[in-house]
């Protein structure tokens, strides 16, 4: 191999790697939302049901 596609095939890996830290962070930030969501729903109930 020269050395011009050694360094494309390093950037591709690199490129890659960065891909997949994306996708993990992101998946673990829709739970995250998910959870907040749900805990404000659950509050709101309880407001309403106190209310009455």
Same mark, same amino acid.
């Given at each position: 191999?020269?050395?011009? =596609?050694?360094?494309?095939?390093?950037?591709? =890996?690199? #490129?890659?790697? #960065?891909? #997949?830290?994306?996708? &993990?962070?992101?998946?673990?930030?829709?739970?995250? &939302?998910?959870?907040?969501?749900?805990?404000?729903? +659950?509050?709101?109930? #309880?407001?309403? +049901?106190?209310? =009455?």
């Amino acid at each position: 191999m020269n050395p011009r =596609k050694l360094i494309m095939f390093g950037m591709l =890996k690199v #490129a890659l790697l #960065a891909l #997949a830290i994306g996708i &993990v962070f992101s998946l673990y930030g829709c739970n995250t &939302v998910r959870g907040i969501g749900q805990d404000l729903e +659950k509050a709101g109930e #309880a407001i309403q +049901k106190s209310s =009455k």
